[in-house]
């Protein structure tokens, strides 16, 4: 059962990575295309509405963030488990109802709530857009349930296999309806179909594959007052965390206007799949945090190393990204975007290399929620939300796009760089001091490929295609070779080896 398990982690994450690579080509294809069929103004409109409604989220209250903790204490009494799946499912449908009134609302009232620096065409598209996005943020919130449950139960291929089915349909479809001349209303109608598709294969596989139940008989309100303080400081969690990726867009579209706020999503979208492909590693391992913490008398020891060894992954890949795009961005931005998204270069950079710290430690994350330590988080980066929002808001008068980009770095590093790190030594319990000294040597091997990415940089400063991939290449096997042989400890490299070789080799 053990090695199963192992297994499943094990090809959960490299499915993960073969889901970025194939998400990765995608989008060098998909969002060129978008971009010259939707102009700047129907981009920045629809990038707009999708952040707006993404703030529709936080009526989860958190609960979403709950369920693999309560699995882990019911998960050998099939009853208590069932009533929990029931519960979860309930108050899970009942706020999908509370999400279609409260978007309706918001698309009615577009025009108040976007401000005066989007036009009279701009406004009713807007409108149109998050009627649409409301249906479909609602139709996410039963399917989130669904997909917790095949969380718990580590059923990583299975899902990991799903989202690269995803990966693949997703784009090919909207590339033929805005071919088809359906523009931004197509690509949301795209979003909408495929979510229903979602939730149609999550409930075969919960209920055929692991035949889960559900008991509706009444709702268990002592669980969900439980669950309810458990969750309420991951709800406020999230609320910073979409004032800090989100609330650019919404200031840049009343400060400045819809061709701001396209420049400014070209670099969140790079920065938001960044953001997603660091992350696979500590999504894989979170059922497993909770089950130490289960398990385990003292799980301090055992959480510690396990901090250290997926943020050592973690932080292989982000520092790749992080190099090459500040090797290599300005090309990219130019062949990707085109001229007039050239800006975009410095807003992913102020996005992504602060964003590296937290991270690293994402897995930190899920070992609060584990140990129920999660409060003082969400109470101080409450507050430097706020420092966020007021400083993006000074800085935007000043400098425009970047200004909201630097205004959350800022934020970020504050917040990430210092004071987080206190709260995990001093609160939670776990050796900060050793896990950045196991980064140091990650960090600083990685600035030998950019002393050569730069040089390869002089040599060749044509743009073009061919000559960016050629370069690409080249800075990836140098960065990959520097890290193998003079960063990686032994158990990195049999790990690597094991995967090349297709051997039983790495196991947690």
Same mark, same amino acid.
């Given at each position: 059962?053990?090695?199963?398990?192992?297994?499943?982690?094990?090809?959960?994450?490299? !499915?993960?990575?073969?889901?970025?690579?194939?998400?990765?080509?995608?989008?060098?294809?998909?969002?060129?295309?978008?971009?010259?069929? !939707?102009?700047?103004?129907?981009?920045? /409109?629809?990038?707009?509405?999708?952040?707006?409604?993404?703030?529709?989220?936080? @009526?989860?209250? *958190?609960?979403? *963030?709950?369920?693999?903790?309560?699995?882990?204490?019911?998960? =050998?009494?099939?009853?208590?488990?069932?009533?929990?799946? *029931?519960?979860?499912?309930?108050?899970?449908?009942?706020?999908?109802?509370?999400?279609?009134?409260?978007?309706?609302?918001?698309?009615?009232?577009?025009?108040?709530?976007?401000?005066?620096? @989007?036009?009279?065409?701009?406004?009713?598209?807007?409108?149109?857009?998050?009627?649409?996005?409301?249906?479909?943020?609602?139709?996410?919130?039963?399917?989130?349930?669904?997909?917790?449950?095949?969380?718990?139960?580590?059923?990583?291929?299975?899902?990991?296999?799903?989202?690269?089915?995803?990966?693949?349909?997703?784009?090919?479809? $909207?590339?033929?309806?805005?071919?088809?001349?359906?523009?931004?209303?197509?690509?949301?109608?795209?979003?909408?179909?495929?979510?229903?598709?979602?939730?149609?294969?999550?409930?075969?596989?919960?209920?055929?594959?692991?035949?889960?139940?559900?008991?509706?008989?009444?709702?268990?309100?002592?669980?969900?007052?439980?669950?309810?303080?458990?969750?309420?400081?991951?709800?406020?969690?999230?609320?910073?965390?979409?004032?800090?990726?989100?609330? =650019?867009?919404?200031?840049?579209?009343?400060?400045?206007?819809?061709?701001?706020?396209?420049?400014?999503?070209?670099?969140?979208?790079?920065?938001?799949?960044?953001?997603?492909?660091?992350? $696979?590693?500590?999504?894989?391992?979170?059922?497993?945090?909770?089950?130490? /913490?289960?398990?385990?008398?003292?799980?301090?020891?055992?959480?510690?190393?396990?901090?250290?060894?997926?943020?050592?992954?973690?932080?292989?890949?982000?520092?790749?990204?992080?190099?090459?795009?500040?090797? !290599?961005?300005? =090309?990219?931005? @130019?062949?990707?975007?085109?001229?007039?998204?050239?800006?975009?270069?410095?807003?992913?950079?102020?996005?992504?290399?602060?964003?590296?710290?937290?991270?690293?430690?994402?897995?930190?994350?899920?070992?609060?929620?584990?140990?129920?330590?999660?409060?003082?988080?969400?109470?101080?980066?409450?507050?430097?939300?706020?420092?966020?929002?007021?400083?993006?808001?000074?800085?935007?008068?000043? $400098?425009?796009?970047?200004?909201?980009?630097? *205004?959350?770095?800022?934020?970020?590093?504050?917040?990430?760089?210092?004071?987080?790190?206190?709260?995990?030594?001093?609160?939670?319990?776990?050796?900060?001091?050793?896990?950045?000294?196991?980064?140091?040597?990650?960090?600083?091997?990685?600035?030998?490929?950019?002393?050569?990415?730069?040089?390869?940089?002089?040599?060749?400063?044509?743009?073009?295609?061919?000559?960016?991939?050629?370069?690409?290449?080249?800075? !990836? /096997?140098?960065?990959?070779?520097?890290?193998?042989?003079?960063?990686?400890?032994?158990?990195?490299?049999?790990?690597?080896?094991?995967?090349?070789?297709?051997?039983?080799?790495?196991?947690?």
């Amino acid at each position: 059962m053990i090695s199963d398990l192992n297994k499943q982690r094990r090809l959960g994450v490299m !499915l993960g990575y073969v889901n970025f690579a194939v998400g990765m080509a995608t989008q060098l294809l998909y969002v060129p295309i978008m971009l010259s069929n !939707l102009g700047q103004s129907e981009y920045g /409109v629809y990038q707009l509405v999708a952040s707006l409604i993404s703030y529709l989220s936080l @009526l989860n209250f *958190g609960f979403g *963030g709950a369920y693999l903790r309560f699995y882990a204490r019911c998960k =050998d009494n099939s009853e208590e488990e069932a009533k929990l799946n *029931g519960t979860f499912l309930s108050v899970f449908l009942i706020l999908a109802i509370a999400v279609f009134i409260i978007g309706t609302i918001i698309s009615v009232n577009a025009q108040v709530i976007l401000g005066d620096q @989007l036009t009279t065409n701009e406004i009713a598209l807007s409108k149109t857009l998050l009627f649409i996005l409301t249906i479909n943020m609602a139709l996410t919130f039963p399917i989130s349930v669904l997909s917790s449950i095949i969380s718990s139960r580590e059923a990583f291929v299975f899902q990991k296999i799903f989202d690269l089915f995803r990966n693949i349909v997703s784009p090919f479809l $909207m590339i033929i309806v805005l071919f088809m001349g359906k523009g931004s209303i197509g690509l949301v109608f795209v979003t909408t179909a495929l979510t229903i598709v979602s939730g149609i294969v999550n409930l075969w596989y919960v209920r055929i594959k692991i035949k889960a139940r559900f008991l509706f008989r009444r709702l268990n309100i002592r669980l969900i007052k439980e669950i309810g303080a458990f969750s309420f400081f991951i709800f406020l969690n999230s609320i910073i965390d979409q004032a800090n990726w989100n609330v =650019d867009k919404y200031l840049l579209g009343r400060m400045v206007g819809s061709t701001a706020i396209a420049v400014y999503s070209v670099g969140a979208q790079i920065n938001s799949v960044y953001i997603q492909v660091s992350d $696979m590693t500590a999504s894989v391992m979170a059922t497993k945090v909770n089950l130490i /913490v289960a398990d385990e008398r003292n799980p301090l020891p055992e959480l510690n190393i396990l901090f250290r060894k997926v943020g050592r992954i973690q932080a292989y890949v982000i520092l790749a990204v992080i190099s090459g795009f500040y090797v !290599l961005g300005k =090309d990219f931005i @130019l062949l990707w975007a085109g001229v007039d998204y050239q800006e975009a270069y410095y807003v992913t950079l102020l996005l992504i290399v602060p964003a590296a710290i937290p991270l690293m430690q994402s897995l930190g994350v899920d070992i609060q929620r584990a140990l129920n330590k999660h409060q003082i988080r969400s109470v101080v980066y409450a507050g430097l939300s706020i420092v966020n929002i007021v400083i993006s808001i000074f800085l935007i008068k000043k $400098m425009g796009t970047s200004g909201a980009a630097l *205004g959350t770095a800022i934020s970020l590093l504050i917040g990430n760089g210092l004071v987080m790190n206190i709260i995990y030594k001093r609160y939670i319990g776990l050796d900060v001091g050793r896990f950045w000294k196991t980064m140091m040597p990650i960090i600083f091997v990685s600035l030998v490929p950019v002393l050569f990415g730069k040089a390869i940089n002089t040599l060749f400063s044509n743009t073009s295609w061919p000559i960016f991939v050629a370069k690409g290449v080249v800075f !990836l /096997v140098i960065y990959f070779a520097s890290e193998y042989y003079m960063a990686m400890n032994h158990e990195e490299r049999r790990m690597i080896s094991s995967m090349l070789h297709s051997k039983n080799g790495y196991s947690r």
